[in-house]
């Protein structure tokens, strides 16, 4: 197969690597794509939101199907883009239409969705500047810390947790009133804060089976023991300890199964990932969030844990034979951590040169915010590495990404020494 991937980031290049060892792939494309995702296939210098673009080189290609990383050409309809073109409506797309991408375009359309389809969320209510003041009543009826969700799209960055009913007036009121997140923030979503252990969990489907792909779980915050400012991810792990087969029964039977049937039945075509963000409270599994793709750093740790040909799951999706697929997951724990630029999540130098990933034999590394110069390696974002390793157990497998980590230098590098702290046990 002719594939063309869509992104440039860590979850793109672990993505690239997986689909790299089918034999089922002829020639992959990324776009755009970084230093680490050309040792897999042909950058190409597109931008994933010109679709124009794309489909003059998809035509040009022979391309037999898109892959779609990130978010935002979803969310902006490059599904529906090539479903509405006799050109290229025979070519798959990898990744829901507008409509089903909502999910995680608008916080509100995913509230309600769960509502309809009793999957069990936090209590909630969405408000615009013109009922600002119903806002403030709402929180003055709900208990400290207080959740304030953008509505869209905001980078990772639109999710606020104020501890005090004064500090959530004034950040509903900045949210809103002062487009805090620009359009992202026009309507926000207020939500009971439930208290717990998060994990996510990813499913590929075709619209009408789908497949439970390894649990993953990461860490956001840019401090150790989760302090500090809210990241696009600083490392993950999976398997998850507290993710038994009793709870994850529980989130099959109460999440998964009812978002795909409650998609079907609502007549919203989706085919391809789907991410749930859950939090575990007293054993109970409620909805965070969605997303309608992989989660990044999360992919970094999932796609070496999937033993099956990943191309053979993304056919199964585009002919909706995906229920025909074998799914098998690699054993052994596998972990990742972030090696990013100092001063990330604010403000951050790029152009650092890189070096000594070369010498790294006992990991995967996946590049996240890198470009090339020749054979220089740049940094080129504020994630920069991400590390992969596996191991028998989480404790290992740690172990080892950290080893690694020590022969790879770039100016003002940072990373948590403490990822996964929270899920050791002498169980994984």
């Given at each position: 197969m002719r594939i063309l991937l869509l992104g440039s980031g860590g979850r793109?290049?672990?993505?690239?690597?997986?689909?790299?060892k089918s034999s089922h792939l002829e020639k992959l494309f990324i776009a755009p794509g970084n230093a680490g995702t050309r040792l897999h296939g042909t950058n190409v210098d597109m931008s994933a939101t010109d679709f124009s673009a794309i489909k003059a080189f998809v035509l040009a290609e022979n391309v037999n199907m898109v892959i779609v990383g990130p978010e935002d050409p979803l969310v902006l309809g490059i599904h529906d883009f090539f479903l509405a073109d006799a050109q290229l409506k025979s070519v798959p797309v990898i990744g829901p239409n507008?409509?089903?991408?909502?999910l995680e375009g608008s916080k509100d359309f995913a509230k309600?969705?769960?509502m309809r389809h009793n999957i069990p969320t936090a209590k909630y209510a969405t408000f615009t500047k013109d009922t600002l003041e119903?806002?403030?009543?709402?929180?003055?009826?709900?208990?400290?810390?207080?959740?304030?969700?953008?509505?869209?799209?905001?980078?990772?960055?639109?999710?606020?947790?104020?501890?005090?009913?004064?500090?959530?007036?004034?950040?509903?009121?900045?949210?809103?009133?002062?487009?805090?997140?620009?359009?992202?923030?026009?309507?926000?979503?207020?939500?009971?804060?439930?208290?717990?252990?998060?994990?996510?969990?990813?499913?590929?489907?075709?619209?009408?089976?789908?497949?439970?792909?390894?649990?993953?779980?990461?860490?956001?915050?840019?401090?150790?023991?989760?302090?500090?400012?809210?990241?696009?991810?600083?490392?993950?792990?999976?398997?998850?300890?507290f993710c038994d087969k009793t709870f994850m029964d529980k989130i099959e039977n109460q999440i998964i199964i009812p978002t795909v049937k409650g998609l079907k039945s609502e007549g919203i075509v989706y085919k391809g990932f789907i991410f749930f963000g859950i939090i575990n409270v007293k054993g109970e599994p409620y909805v965070i969030e969605?997303?309608?793709?992989?989660?990044?750093?999360?992919?970094?740790?999932?796609?070496?844990?999937?033993?099956?040909?990943?191309?053979?799951?993304?056919?199964?999706?585009?002919?909706?034979?995906?229920?025909?697929?074998?799914?098998?997951?690699?054993?052994?724990?596998?972990?990742?951590?972030?090696?990013?630029?100092?001063?990330?999540?604010?403000?951050?130098?790029?152009?650092?040169?890189?070096?000594?990933?070369?010498?790294v034999t006992?990991?995967?590394?996946?590049?996240?915010?890198?470009?090339?110069?020749?054979?220089?390696?740049?940094?080129?974002?504020?994630?920069?590495?991400?590390?992969?390793?596996?191991?028998?157990?989480?404790?290992?497998?740690?172990?080892?990404?950290?080893?690694?980590?020590?022969?790879?230098?770039?100016?003002?590098?940072?990373?948590?020494?403490d990822i996964g702290f929270d899920v050791l046990s002498k169980k994984n």
């Open positions: 793109e290049h672990a993505i690239a690597w997986k689909i790299a507008k409509e089903a991408a909502q309600a969705f769960m119903q806002g403030y009543k709402f929180l003055e009826g709900m208990k400290a810390p207080y959740v304030l969700k953008a509505d869209g799209l905001a980078a990772g960055k639109g999710v606020l947790i104020p501890e005090t009913l004064p500090e959530a007036k004034a950040e509903l009121k900045s949210m809103l009133a002062d487009a805090k997140f620009g359009d992202a923030s026009s309507r926000v979503v207020i939500e009971q804060f439930l208290k717990g252990i998060e994990c996510s969990v990813f499913v590929l489907t075709d619209g009408d089976s789908y497949k439970i792909l390894p649990e993953a779980k990461d860490y956001k915050r840019i401090g150790e023991g989760d302090t500090g400012l809210n990241t696009g991810g600083m490392g993950a792990v999976s398997p998850v300890s969605y997303n309608c793709r992989m989660g990044d750093p999360e992919t970094e740790v999932v796609m070496p844990r999937l033993k099956s040909d990943l191309i053979d799951l993304l056919e199964g999706v585009a002919t909706n034979t995906l229920s025909e697929c074998d799914i098998q997951f690699e054993e052994r724990s596998a972990c990742t951590i972030m090696m990013v630029s100092g001063g990330y999540p604010d403000a951050y130098q790029k152009g650092k040169v890189i070096n000594g990933i070369n010498s006992d990991s995967l590394v996946f590049h996240a915010g890198t470009s090339s110069d020749g054979p220089v390696v740049l940094s080129n974002g504020g994630r920069v590495l991400a590390v992969t390793s596996y191991g028998r157990n989480l404790e290992a497998a740690l172990e080892r990404s950290y080893a690694s980590i020590e022969k790879i230098s770039f100016d003002d590098a940072y990373f948590r020494t």
